[in-house]
């Protein structure tokens, strides 16, 4: 393999790895080690060189308001599982959950057999 010169070594950031002598993009990415102190070596499907993909984790965070989390009543939707006897209530805005009351069985029971 050729010596490369660091200083001259342009780090990118893509959605597969890309060859840093040819550009070929390689699309078999799901295939390798996704850890991110791991270093993967790559044969490009191109020019056959080997080359290092190295993996960058990166966090977004997103604010998004939960009114009941500060004094509005909850939004509460049923959960759609299988049985349907796991069915818990869930609030749309906090996530938080709870058992469905009698009255909200009987709701629940009648959307997921609407014929019986």
Known sequence: MDKMDKTKVKETFEDN???PYCG?????????????????LIECGNCEKTFIAAVSITVNWY???????????HKWEATHTFPVEFTRM??????????????????????RNPTG
Not at 24 to 40: F, I, K, V
Not at 63 to 73: E, F, I, Q, W
Not at 90 to 111: G, H, Q, V
């Open 17 to 19: 790895p890309t060859c």
């Open 63 to 73: 604010g998004r308001p939960a009114d009941c989390l500060n004094g509005s009543p």
């Open 90 to 111: 869930r609030c749309e805005s906090c996530y938080e959950e709870r058992t469905p009351t009698k009255e909200e069985w009987k709701e629940i029971y009648k959307n």
């Open 24 to 40: 070929h993009e390689e699309e078999d990415a799901w295939e390798l080690d996704h850890d991110q102190d791991s270093h993967n």
